[in-house]
């Protein structure tokens, strides 16, 4: 369905070997090791297969997505850390240096406040306006890669690095290239055309909304939803007409269904529910828990 290849400035990527429909799982793979802490980082690759090592040592290591500043004090500590606890002989500092770089650049957090590195995921590359979008499967004690749009034949299959995905353009590229090291060139983020300039006044517009609703927010009386309702449904438009599509969306359609029924206005609530239930098995699958336990809130409310 996928394999691995040269993609340009941004290293290597994972393209589409045929379509792929909306809704596909892409994969799910198994993590190669997972973390708690960086100074777990050392003993845990010590004991993978040396493949895996040098594919790991191989992964992109932007110096810039380094929470506190990676210099040579932490790297001594994390390698003496590790040598005190597993006394096998010094890591070399500039190899630990760059692990813990590759790790951090390419890294997932699979929930608990753990963090994995996976063989094929960790090569997905960014999109502003991505393509498909991966989560943490617990049944399947994998991370599941799912299209969420369709994917032609050979097109680069992304997924969004960013937590907020409606930023404007400034905000995005600063996170990128503070977290990643990189500028985007997706379409979202070229000003160069229509596209780009669109996408920038339709983001412009809801964060004026959102702020003038912040403003008005403290005369708002408890209980009234209205304006708030309002507000979900304005970005809710605005990721429809984004093609951001993904949990996110699915979240806001849950949580409109929820406030229509409390208004009761149950044709909508119903029409929400449904948009976002199927919203959430496209992103996760029926397997998923996160699935059934969206399946179960709404079955709650609206007895479905």
């Known amino acids: 369905m996928y394999h691995i290849q040269h993609a340009g400035p941004k290293g290597f990527g994972l393209f589409a070997t045929r379509a792929i429909q909306r ?177 920038e006044k339709r983001r412009k517009d809801l964060r004026e909304k959102l702020v003038e609703f912040a403003k008005n927010a403290e005369g708002l009386s408890v209980g009234d939803g209205k304006a708030e309702l309002e507000m979900v449904m304005s970005l809710i438009r605005m990721f429809e007409e984004e093609g951001l599509w993904g949990r996110e969306l699915a979240t806001m359609y849950l949580s409109a269904a929820e406030s229509n029924f409390k208004a009761n206005d149950r044709p909508l609530a119903k029409r929400l529910s449904k948009l976002g239930l199927e919203m959430e098995e496209m992103c996760l699958g029926l397997d998923s828990p996160l699935y059934k336990e969206s399946v179960g809130r709404m079955r709650k409310i609206y007895a479905l």
């Open 23 to 199: 809704g596909t799982r892409i994969l799910a793979e198994r993590p190669t090791f997972t973390i708690r802490s960086d100074h777990d980082l050392l003993p845990a690759f010590k004991t993978i297969a040396s493949g895996n090592k040098a594919y790991i040592s191989n992964l992109s290591a932007s110096s810039a997505k380094k929470p506190p500043v990676l210099d040579w004090s932490e790297a001594v500590w994390h390698v003496v850390r590790g040598v005190l606890t597993q006394p096998r002989g010094l890591f070399p500092l500039e190899e630990y240096k760059t692990l813990l770089a590759a790790f951090r650049n390419n890294c997932f957090n699979i929930g608990d406040d753990t963090r994995a590195i996976f063989h094929d995921i960790s090569r997905l590359n960014h999109s502003c306006v991505p393509n498909a979008q991966g989560n943490f499967n617990s049944a399947l004690g994998s991370f599941t890669i799912h299209a969420t749009q369709e994917i032609k034949h050979d097109q680069e299959i992304t997924i969004s690095y960013l937590a907020e995905h409606g930023a404007m353009r400034h905000s995005r590229e600063a996170q990128l290239h503070q977290g990643y090291g990189f500028k985007c060139g997706c379409p979202a983020c070229d000003s160069s055309t229509a596209r780009g300039q669109e996408s």
